[in-house]
């Protein structure tokens, strides 16, 4: 069975870092790829990044501006998402989902979200 | 302002046939494959449809979908509670170079 499991919800401060996971399981990691989707409270769905896992290859949001890096990890089968220095902007449900490689392809497989606050 | 167009929300009956628009441009509806995306009140999205009309397992039939040009449309037929959520188009953006989505909308069953 397909799985991607994030980690908790965290609760910081502006300015400082953080760093989310999402653990994939129940199929080959480097066979497809990981998208990040950011949702911000009461808003729609946004796409953040698409990483494969085989070379760590990113395409990244051009709205992003190089605040956040995206990484993986194939020997624990897990992508990351991650900040230096977090904004109050940065308030968000973060979901990762599963891509299989085509370009018909949907995410066809959520994680279940992460939720970030970041209040001072 | 998201780059695929739909109109915030929609609303019908049990037992009714609801569709929802999905406007773009050539850049990605009209030159990509479009998916739609189910989002249930506080619960992560569901892929409802890919590749412009094909329903993943599990999807029931009463979902359907199509494209035209630029623009796509996913229809809903006998209409029921459980249906309310927010739906969401997609679709690759080649001069983006990256995915983009619709503004989502809200279906209310009344």
């Known amino acids: 069975e397909v799985q991607l499991v994030q980690s908790g919800a965290e609760v910081k401060k502006p300015g400082e870092s953080l760093r989310i996971s999402c653990k994939a399981s129940?199929?080959?990691?480097?066979?497809?790829?990981i998208t990040w989707v950011r949702q911000m409270p009461g808003k729609g769905l946004e796409w953040m990044a698409r990483?494969?896992?085989?070379?760590?290859?990113?395409q990244y949001s051009r709205s992003l501006q190089g605040h956040v890096t995206f990484s993986t990890d194939k020997s624990t089968s897990s992508a990351y998402l991650q900040w230096s220095s977090l904004k109050a902007s940065d308030t968000a449900m973060y979901y990762c989902?599963?891509?299989?490689?085509?370009?018909?392809?949907?995410?066809?497989?959520w994680g279940q979200g992460t939720l970030v606050t970041v209040s001072s | 302002q998201s780059v695929l167009t739909q109109p915030p929300s929609a609303s019908g009956t049990p037992g009714q046939r609801v569709t929802i628009s999905c406007s773009g441009s050539?850049?990605?509806?009209?030159?990509?494959?479009v998916n739609w995306y189910q989002q249930l009140p506080g619960t992560a999205p569901k892929l409802l449809i890919h590749?412009?009309?094909q329903r993943p397992s599990g999807v029931p039939d009463r979902f359907s979908a199509s494209k035209s040009g630029t623009s796509a449309s996913l229809a809903i037929s006998g209409l029921q509670s459980e249906d309310e959520a927010d739906y969401y188009c997609?679709?690759?953006?080649?001069?983006?170079?990256?995915?983009?989505f619709g503004g989502g909308t809200q279906l209310t069953v009344l």
């Open positions: 997609a679709a690759w953006d080649d001069s983006l170079n990256g995915a983009v």
């Open positions: 990483i494969d896992p085989s070379d760590s290859y990113t």
């Open positions: 590749n412009n009309n």
């Open positions: 129940g199929y080959s990691f480097t066979n497809s790829w």
């Open positions: 050539d850049s990605n509806i009209g030159g990509n494959t």
């Open positions: 989902a599963r891509q299989v490689r085509s370009s018909s392809s949907g995410f066809d497989f």
